[in-house]
């Protein structure tokens, strides 16, 4: 579609271009009554201007002695000679304007041209001036963050296909279309060009804004949490744990206790760092008894009450007094003295058990 430029001026083009056809009628009756000395004996013989003496000046009459044209834009340069001959054309800077055989000029880029139009003795000229072409764009600054898009629309003054281009890709980065994608923090400068002249837009894209659901959390081991991050750009972050044998956390947020200790969890995106203090806690317990006493073959039932409802460990001192099942089940085994013990990652409590023989 050609643009609203364009079509103003065709149609002061065509406009310009009648006046000057009722121009030519005028000036070919002119010609015809002052210069002719038999107008109509021999029309077919190449016309020749008298003056009264008889002496014959040759002469160029132009349609047009001064055009101005935006880039990509032509019209036909017509000259009528006295000799009936049809004209040679040229230019004086064909790059910035060139004129063919048959007096058409097309305007190719911006300065000024003369197109001369020369027969055997005489000559006439045409001042031709291209205009620069401008270009105006739906944004000159924009602000992005990692992620986002947005299309930059350039409108230029001709019918000439528009280029963009990035000076920073990394950045941003630009296609065919305009359409500028937001890459990582940081400026970038698109180039919009046509026809030689260019204009910019200006992009910065941001540091995202993020913030965790929790700053700090406790965990016994075994336990997990999903930590979510909220972030303004809805990229995902990328999760780590400082200390992963205390704590680790997946590519979703998900943390996992593996044993008592301290970790730090950090969500990052764009150079933009969130942490989370993760302590997994040593559980307390309690033992339903501190102290048993057992003949020999006598068993107990020890029960404990763990904190973190994880299955604690049994075992004992010594194994030729005592043996303990993994429920908490003491069997009495020989006179002695020995110890139970109930352990859970890192908490560890006891029962004192003696052993008599059973005789009074």
Request: aromatic share 6%; glycine share 4%; with cysteine.
């Given at each position: ?78 000259a009528l000679t006295s000799t009936g001959k049809s004209p040679t054309f040229k230019s004086s800077d064909s790059t910035i304007a ?263």
């Open positions: 579609m050609k643009s609203i430029n364009s079509n103003q001026r065709k149609k002061e083009h065509v406009k310009k271009s009648n006046l000057t056809r009722s121009s030519w009628y005028l000036i070919i009756l002119v010609f015809f009554l002052c210069f002719s000395a038999t107008p109509f004996e021999t029309y077919t013989q190449p016309i020749h201007a008298k003056s009264i003496v008889g002496t014959t000046y040759p002469f160029i009459v132009l349609t047009s002695y001064s055009e101005t044209l935006a880039i990509g834009d032509s019209f036909y340069l017509t060139s004129v063919n055989t048959y007096g058409k000029v097309l305007a190719k880029k911006a300065g000024k041209v003369t197109i001369t139009a020369k027969i055997n003795g005489a000559e006439s000229s045409c001042k031709v001036t291209v205009k620069k072409t401008s270009i105006t764009l739906n944004e000159t600054s924009i602000s992005l963050e990692h992620g986002e898009t947005f299309l930059l629309k350039a409108r230029p003054s001709t019918n000439s296909s528009v280029k963009y281009k990035s000076n920073r890709k990394s950045i941003a980065t630009v296609n065919e279309n305009g359409l500028i994608t937001a890459m990582k923090p940081g400026e970038a400068v698109i180039t919009i060009s046509a026809d030689g002249t260019n204009v910019i837009c200006n992009v910065k894209v941001k540091s995202p804004q993020v913030s965790l659901s929790k700053t700090t959390l406790s965990l016994y081991r075994n336990q997990t949490y999903q930590l979510s991050a909220k972030v303004s750009s809805n990229l995902t972050p990328k999760w780590k744990s400082n200390k992963k044998s205390v704590a680790i956390i997946d590519e979703t947020g998900k943390i996992t206790a593996i044993k008592h200790g301290t970790a730090l969890i950090s969500a990052t995106i764009d150079g933009i760092t969130r942490t989370c203090n993760v302590t997994v806690e040593s559980p307390t317990i309690t033992l339903s008894s501190t102290e048993l006493s057992l003949a020999v073959s006598q068993t107990a039932k020890l029960s404990a009450v763990v904190s973190s409802k994880n299955t604690p460990v049994w075992s004992c001192s010594n194994s030729n007094v005592l043996d303990v099942s993994k429920d908490g089940k003491v069997t009495a085994l020989k006179k002695g003295t020995a110890y139970v013990y109930v352990s859970e990652d890192g908490t560890k409590v006891k029962c004192r058990v003696t052993v008599t023989d059973g005789k009074k």
